[in-house]
């Protein structure tokens, strides 16, 4: 059986298409449980001190991003909403010119449209796990071990 999952391409903040041309697609997934160990999927290096890997559902994606201290710090923003989950180490988390102190347990929401960026402050690698709903379309390559069906 599969389900059928209906998503703009583009979206605004407020969920509406963008422009009166943008059409929806139809993207079919299944059903099906899926089973996997972080440990075991494949991961990309963004940069230096920076690696991520993804799992991804029917409407959300999963982000684990491993930061290392002297890591080059990269202040960005986006559209959609991002909740981070810090799994391990210890970080100051710039959000929008406030610095949140976070540590293993500590969970933020990033607003859309906020500037923010990780710097890792001790000794052990930050496991920084991002959830992002709807999906980040630009994240989709993460993911393609998964083999849904397109």
């Known amino acids: 059986m599969r389900k059928h999952y209906w998503a703009l391409n583009e979206i605004s903040v407020d969920g509406l298409a963008e422009s009166p041309d943008q059409r929806c697609e139809e993207i079919q997934m299944t059903d099906r449980v899926m089973f996997y160990n972080w440990d075991e999927i494949e991961g990309e290096v963004v940069r230096p001190g920076v690696t991520r890997k993804g799992f991804r559902g029917d409407d959300v ?38 610095v949140y102190e976070a540590s293993a347990g500590s969970v933020i929401r990033i607003p859309p449209h906020k500037e923010h960026f990780a710097e890792p402050t001790g000794d052990v ?22 083999n849904f069906e397109d």
Request: without cysteine; aromatic residues 10%; hydrophobic residues 45%.
């Open 125 to 146: 690698p930050v496991l920084n796990l991002d959830v992002f709903a709807p999906m980040r379309q630009d994240y989709m390559h993460l993911v393609e071990y998964q």
């Open 61 to 98: 994606m999963l982000v684990m991003n491993t930061l290392a201290q002297g890591m080059e710090l990269s202040p960005h923003s986006h559209t959609f909403e991002q909740v981070v989950y810090i799994v391990q180490g210890t970080v100051n988390f710039h959000v929008d010119g406030e």
